[in-house]
């Protein structure tokens, strides 16, 4: 089975400062890596996801993230972070089986915490 | 073109009851799971259907069940409900790998 580990329970960082958001993952088979964002009291939005391809994956709000293979991460950075970024961000991956992707495992969360 | 759409959105329901959550998926989408989040956790995965079956499903217990309509529309019903059912049910609709859109969930209460 899959799992998720997100290194960091919270990070704080001033405003306009670079930011990265720790993310491990351990499967036996190939996986689907993705970051989505929850702000408070809101459902998911997905950030960005690797399938296949380039490693560097670029996803919406000046966010990107690299798929490391040999070191099975996926950290989320961010050059400059805005008041707006504070939010809870979950890692997940997803195996894919026969006729579609599987259910995702999410980490357990990473709380940014922007500082004016 | 709506997005997830869950209902309700909060509920009180009482130790022992039932209680059925529904969601519409985003139009285009053939694919329902189903994720309980407790609070200051991340999302676990129930579930997931597709074409009216039972295609997933994670580690949970019988107590939780579900459906998947002709209109890909689906429930979510808990029996039996403990003090630890409580907590924010996210429904995700999908067609195609990485296709993932989330509901802004129901909020359970168990007292």
């Known amino acids: 089975a899959q799992s998720v580990t997100q290194l960091d329970s919270q990070v704080p960082v001033f405003e306009e400062a670079p930011v990265e958001l720790r993310c491990n993952y351990s499967s036996s088979v190939s996986v689907y890596l993705f970051w989505y964002v929850q702000y408070p009291n809101q459902g998911l939005q997905l950030l960005l996801k690797?399938?296949?391809?380039?490693?560097l994956v670029k996803g919406i709000n000046g966010f990107e993230a690299e798929f490391n293979k040999s070191q099975t991460s996926f950290h989320l950075r961010k050059p400059s972070v805005h008041i707006s970024d504070t939010a809870e961000y979950f890692c997940a991956v997803s195996l894919y089986s026969g006729g579609g992707a599987d259910g995702l495992t999410f980490g357990k969360g990473t709380h940014l915490i922007i500082q004016p | 073109d709506a997005g997830v759409t869950q209902s309700p959105t909060h509920l009180i329901k009482t130790r022992g009851q039932q209680v059925t959550l529904r969601c519409s998926p985003k139009?285009?989408?053939?694919?329902v799971s189903w994720y309980q989040q407790a609070l200051g956790q991340g999302p676990q995965f129930i579930f997931q259907y597709y074409e009216e079956e039972e295609r997933q499903r994670g580690n949970f217990p019988d107590r939780f069940s579900g459906h998947q309509f002709p209109n890909y529309s689906s429930e979510l019903n808990v029996n039996a409900l403990l003090l630890g059912d409580s907590a924010l049910y996210l429904c995700?609709?999908?067609?195609?790998?990485?296709?993932?859109?989330f509901g802004s969930g129901t909020r359970l209460t168990v007292v």
């Open positions: 139009s285009g989408h053939d694919t």
């Open positions: 995700a609709s999908s067609r195609q790998v990485g296709g993932y859109t």
């Open positions: 690797y399938l296949s391809g380039s490693t």
